[in-house]
């Protein structure tokens, strides 16, 4: 039924349709909302058979998913931010020993500084943990996810993130088309554990191995994730048989046929970038834009094949390595090797700042007018002259303090709200 | 494309009058989207939400920074933040107080913006006496409806008896409905002043 209904809420709909057995979960904005919402559902009945814990931190929400996954039961959390990196070690657990958890990612940057907004620092920098990343688009891409998570995860016993911007997906309230439980059961059977702590049939999980399996053990993570790339699309298409909805897939291409530029971006800021392409079109500019929606595994033939028409590639992503450069441009330029074009790594949207039409539109200008250098990191809005005050600072006095302070000194702000 | 800028202080249920007049519009059969900038909120710190509101679904996720119509639920919040920034001529002020314009030193609005699109409503008054709180976003829902024509009061009383079912939302309605009335009755004593 079509709805107009927060982010949250409809994932929270989507995740209790999908009757997972046990979550475990601790609060963290911008996630709250999510697992707020889950443990009304589990209280009021409305989720049957479901444990929630209310556990005391992050690190103990994924360990307790792995107990709960490792015993046979459809679990499930959710987090954000520094949640997610107090999760890291049991993360890797968790893919290590190939259990199929689901999580929600409510992405939010990672301090210091402190910032509670969106970036998609977080969901990078786990980008290489053995989870599957899935990246929403939109609030309806996020529910629809959420099902084919649980598939994706429970056919190859492995742990899936699907990735929604903070706030931007999480707060917003838009039209959601959320499935009856009878469409949800029949896409998303019970779990039948590939592997299971069963006292009738004893195992252990997490044995200690040394160098003489450790490779291939781990070589056997890195093929399943190949095997996720043809497993998704076939699930994708699964779900758009039974809803009618072309949600999730590996790549959603948007008017690439004889693009030269050709954008891409991860998440939310896809209908921003559709709308500068649709203007631009309009002029008769061939750009298009190629949304990613599997980041782990890393489709590389689907990416190689969208952008091999074109000359220019433009990467607009919310996040960055730093010392280094882009992180989706990097993957990027490997899916291009040896492809006559450029790849331009632009960092956007860090710590909630708006990616905007009128900035992208003046980054494309820019790049068609060939005043942007593709060998060098660039990012979008960046206040060049903060930057430079601030260093200007940082040369006097012996002691300068903290860039942090002193630059919301300078733009006279206090965290979000003018002081003065 | 019709996009609202409300603005309010932490508690003043801006973020949620942003979600019911998307509701609103849902309501009616538009596509509509709903989205806060969230700060740390605190009780009484500037917060602002935005709706949009179209025929066609609504892919865009930047701020609303040139609205069509603007809600300022708090007159305190003029002396700091840019409350006017990206509203053109032709946009749509509802303005919570029992003040006027010129007492508020905002006279040169009525010059710069179409006089019959601004409409100041004691929003705050009509909330604590229909419902009790001073909770002004309801009310000026209700305003916006009058105002601008771009949902109807009963889509507005709809969203708001399905987000607070009982006497909450009964007491919203009445308010909505009194607000809706006293725009009703200013713009048409402005047309007859005219």
Known sequence: MRSQIEGSQAVARAVTLCRP??????????????????????????????????????????????????????????????GLLFMAEALF??????????????????????????????AMSMRDSGWIQLYAASNQEAAD?????????ESLSVPVMVCMDGFVLTHA?????????????????PLAPLQMLDPDDPVTIGAMVGPEAFAEVKYLMHVKQMAALDEIPVIAAEFQQAFGRDSGGLVKPY???????????LGSVLGTIEEVVDAMRDEGLAVGALGI???????????????????RVVVVEKAFAVGAGGIVGQNVRDATRTLPLDVYDVVAGLGGRPITRASLRVLLDDVLAGRVDPRRLH????????????????????????????????VGTVASGAYE | MFGVRIHGRGGQGAVTAAELLSVAAFGEGRHAQAFPTFGSER???????????????????????????????????????????????????????????????????????????????????????????????????????????????????????????GEVGEGNVRAAKVAHDHVHESLSRRSTDA
């Open chain 1, 93 to 122: 657990n968790a893919s290590g020993l190939g259990l199929p958890i689901v999580m929600t990612i409510a992405n939010r940057a990672i301090g210091a500084p402190i910032n509670i907004w969106n970036d998609h620092s977080d």
């Open chain 1, 379 to 410: 990012f979008l809005d960046l206040d060049v002259d903060l930057v430079q005050r601030e260093l200007e600072r940082a040369r006097h006095g012996e002691r300068p303090g903290p860039h942090a302070e002193n630059m919301l000194r300078d």
């Open chain 1, 173 to 189: 309230f838009e039209e959601v088309d959320l499935p009856t439980q009878e469409e949800v059961d029949a896409f998303v059977p």
């Open chain 1, 255 to 265: 008017r690439v046929e004889d693009a030269e530029t050709i954008v891409v971006a």
């Open chain 1, 145 to 153: 996810l959420h099902l084919q998570a649980f598939r994706l995860a």
């Open chain 2, 43 to 165: 009780t009484g710190a500037p917060v602002v939400a935005f709706c949009r509101i179209d025929d066609r679904p609504i892919r865009l996720r930047e701020p609303v920074a040139e609205p069509d119509a603007l809600i300022v639920q708090d007159a305190t919040l003029l002396h700091q933040v840019d409350l006017f920034a990206g509203l053109g001529p032709e946009g749509y002020l509802v303005l919570n107080t029992s003040s006027t314009l010129e007492a508020l030193g905002l006279a040169e609005l009525g010059h710069r913006l179409d006089p019959a699109r601004i409409v100041t409503v004691p929003a705050t008054e009509i909330a604590r006496d229909q419902l009790g709180r001073p909770l002004p976003n309801v009310p000026l829902l209700g305003a916006f409806a009058a105002l601008t024509g771009r949902v109807s009061l009963e889509a507005v009383c709809a969203a708001v008896r399905a987000r607070f079912p």
């Open chain 1, 293 to 311: 929606s599997c980041f782990r595994p890393w489709p590389i033939a689907e990416v190689r094949e969208a952008l091999e028409g074109a000359q």
């Open chain 1, 21 to 82: 057995q046990v979550i475990a979960a601790y609060p963290i904005s911008p996630q709250t909302h999510i697992v707020e919402a889950l443990s009304d559902s589990v209280r009021t009945g409305e989720l049957e058979r479901c444990e929630y814990l209310m556990v005391e931190s992050e690190f103990g929400a994924m360990s307790a998913c792995i107990g709960a996954s490792g015993a046979g039961a459809r679990a499930y959390t959710a987090t954000s931010s520094q």
